[in-house]
Each structure stands twice: as structure tokens, then as C-alpha cells.
Nanobody, 124 residues
Framework: QVQLVESGGGSVEAGGSLRLSCAASYIRYCMGWFRQAPGAEREGVATIRLDGYTTYAESVKGRFTVARAGGKNDNAKNTLYLLLNNLKPEDSGRYYC?????????????????WGQGTQVTVS
């Protein structure tokens, strides 16, 4: 079972930036970031497949970037990142990393999705 540990959250002013990290015991075919504000449902923010294909929620396009460390010599391999720029108060919430197996071909099998514990982002 893959294990995910998020870090990098914090409190920032509107317009600021953060970089979230998700250390994974191994990379699954589909990796992504989700967030949940108090009283709201968890929503998808960004995903990245093993082939590099990415998707973003409309509300974060142009401001957030999902990336995956790679390369045999990369000491941070098996790490997923989310770069958050030009943050807005509505971006506040707990951010979760998630991992899915491949649903052949090129899909994401959410039936055994694994979640991390999350990291809090507060924008004022």
C-alpha cells in the first residue's frame, strides 16, 4: 500500500505563494491534489499521470502547478509537488495528496484511492 505524507502548508496573505510536497513511498500511475474547506466537499485541484498529462480545476488554472520529481539522481524522487501562486482567500482549506492505480488504458482507478493526512493552507 502506497503511503503519502504531505507538508508545506501554512498561513499566507492573499497574493502570496506556497509549495506543497507529498512524499510517496512509491509513485502510482495517477497522483493528485484535492482540497477541502470547512463545511464543503472535498474537491479536485490538480492531477498528474505517469505520462506527464496534467489536469486542473478551472478555479486554479494559471495559478497552481502540479509537478512530480523525477530522474534517478533526484534525491526527492517519489515526491509530488503543488506550487500555489497568487493565492486567494477561497483557496484556503486542507490539501490532500491522493494516489490511484492505472485503469487501463490511461485512466485512473479510484476504487482503491489512497489519501494522505493533509496539510492546512490558510489565505487571509
Amino acid at each position: 500500500q502506497v503511503q503519502l505524507v504531505e507538508s508545506g502548508g501554512g498561513s499566507v496573505e492573499a497574493g502570496g505563494s506556497l509549495r506543497l510536497s507529498c512524499a510517496a513511498s512509491y509513485i502510482r500511475y495517477c497522483m493528485g491534489w484535492f482540497r477541502q474547506a470547512p463545511g464543503a466537499e472535498r474537491e479536485g485541484v490538480a492531477t498528474i499521470r505517469l505520462d506527464g498529462y496534467t489536469t486542473y480545476a478551472e478555479s486554479v488554472k494559471g495559478r497552481f502547478t502540479v509537478a512530480r520529481a523525477g530522474g534517478k539522481n533526484d534525491n526527492a524522487k517519489n515526491t509530488l509537488y503543488l506550487l500555489l501562486n497568487n493565492l486567494k482567500p477561497e483557496d484556503s482549506g486542507r490539501y490532500y495528496c491522493a494516489a490511484d492505480r492505472e485503469l487501463w488504458p490511461s485512466g485512473c482507478d479510484t476504487s482503491d484511492r489512497v489519501w494522505g493526512q493533509g496539510t492546512q493552507v490558510t489565505v487571509s
